[in-house]
């Protein structure tokens, strides 16, 4: 899967901005260019129509000499007028001349190459253009001097080209001035627009399921974005109610089954010794864990964060003076070792202390009945349990803090002793990790942050 970059709305902004400025721009030279074409005072006025076509043209051919190409201009030009006449000449003297030039400018064609540039005519009343017009021009043949009539009309090509090169001179630099301010203002007022969505996207990282009741602000949020920002605040409202239902659920479903579990354990204990019997106090046992796990799962939920502080090495002790005739009784030994001194932990000793019985009993059912089960206690918070058993997969090694996840499925447990103590130390700030010890039993590790005042000793040490 190849990871994709969500495009920046600034810059989107940006471009489109330019664009739409781009659009308009060529509009408004389209626009002048009709109005133009539709001033006929002004088009008729045009005086370098023939002289444009005639340049247009020009070519040298390969021996040096000026020529004409046809072009479609060209042929128009000359269908239009018919008495068209033009002297064309170069800076090497070499000269191209057509139709009859009228006799009063022979003496302006003789001394042609002494004129820089030339009007000819009388003006004439309603007539803004004179008869004649003489100017050195650049073309395909380089830069030659024209004389010629002002027959012809303005072309639309022409007239685009005028208007657009006229307009350039003032629509240009506005249009360099208004992109560069785009450039620099849209982001800013994009991010100034957006700084309450920001806001919100901070909020949204703290969701979690610890953190139900969170909601999205919606102060400074745009107006176009506000039916999303609300719409995620009902999605979250519908979550935490729907959570609240399931939890109040197993919380009633646990009570409810204890009664007829105790029963049902006083019925088996009356019956004759026997396997069978053996069996299904085993099974309700397990039953009553279940239930007892349930609830613990459900006062870990409703429970404030932890603010006493506890010792964790004597918390520790006194789990496994707890456990440790049943660790006997199985055929363990017991290795305890904890660095001097109190270890100290903001928490919930009962919960605490759940999680450690927990795990130690975890070590006495999968420790396969023999070895030594090893207990540490480190001055940095944390708490190590091994077995000598047969180890843990290292495919199962996050899998077994699943809920109802089982490495065996023959074993006594539910699935949910592990799950719970990820739950407790998660609550408490740390973190528990499961790996395999160097004789190959399976090694339970929890890491809690130590209490402040402890971290402080602990600088200053």
């Not at 006799?103 to 030339?118: E, W």
């Not at 920002?229 to 979250?236: E, Q, Y």
């Not at 739950?423 to 402040?452: F, M, Q, T, W, Y």
Request: charged content about 25%.
């Amino acid at each position: 899967m190849t990871a994709t970059t969500s495009p920046s709305l600034r810059w989107r902004l940006v471009k489109r901005l330019v664009a739409f400025q781009t659009v308009m721009l060529t509009l408004i030279v389209v626009i002048l260019v009709f109005a133009v074409w539709g001033t006929a005072r002004i088009v008729d006025a045009y005086e370098d129509s023939a002289l444009d076509v005639l340049r247009d043209a020009l070519v040298r051919q390969p021996d040096g000499r000026l020529a004409l190409a046809k072009t479609g201009d060209l042929a128009r030009l000359r269908e239009d007028a018919p008495d068209l006449w033009f002297v064309i000449k170069d800076k090497q003297g070499q000269q191209l001349a057509e139709g009859e030039v009228p006799a009063d400018y022979t003496a302006i064609v003789a001394g042609i190459g002494l004129i820089q540039q030339m009007r000819i005519g009388e003006d004439q009343p309603g007539i803004d253009k004179p008869d004649a017009v003489l100017k050195w021009v650049e073309s395909a043949a380089g830069r030659v001097q024209i004389l010629t009539g002002t027959q012809g009309h303005m072309s639309w090509q022409h007239l685009f080209w005028g208007v657009s090169l006229s307009s350039a001179t003032v629509i240009g630099p506005l249009f360099a001035l208004m992109a560069l301010v785009t450039l620099i203002v849209t982001p800013i007022v994009v991010r100034r627009a957006l700084k309450g969505l920001g806001a919100a996207a901070t909020q949204a990282e703290r969701i979690d399921i610890a953190e139900r009741g969170v909601r999205l602000p919606l102060s400074g949020v745009p107006a176009e974005i506000l039916p999303l920002v609300k719409a995620v605040n009902d999605a979250l409202v519908r979550l935490d109610n729907g959570y609240e239902r399931h939890q109040r659920f197993l919380a009633d479903a646990a009570h409810e089954l204890r009664t007829p579990i105790a029963i049902l354990t006083t019925r088996i204990a009356s019956l004759p010794p026997g396997p069978e019997k053996t069996r299904l106090l085993e099974d309700a046992s397990r039953l009553a864990v279940l239930t007892g796990q349930l609830l613990d799962f459900q006062r870990l939920d409703q429970q404030e964060r932890p603010t006493a502080t506890v010792d964790l090495a004597a918390l520790t002790q006194r789990v496994l003076v707890d456990l440790a005739p049943l660790a006997f009784a199985a055929g363990y030994e017991i290795d305890f070792k904890a660095d001097d001194g109190p270890i100290l932990v903001t928490g919930d000793q009962t919960s605490l202390e759940r999680a450690l019985t927990n795990l130690i009993q975890n070590a006495i059912d999968h420790g396969g009945r023999r070895g030594t089960i090893g207990i540490r206690v480190d001055r940095s918070g944390r708490i190590e349990i091994c077995d000598e058993g047969d180890g843990i997969p290292e495919s199962e090694t996050e899998r077994i803090f699943e809920p109802f996840h089982r490495l065996r499925q023959d074993g006594r447990g539910a699935g949910l002793g592990l799950n719970l103590v990820r739950e407790i130390v998660r609550l408490h700030g740390g973190h528990i990790a499961a790996s395999n010890g160097p004789k190959g039993g399976a090694c339970l590790e929890i890491d809690l942050p130590l209490a402040a005042r402890q971290a402080e000793g602990k600088m200053l040490s």
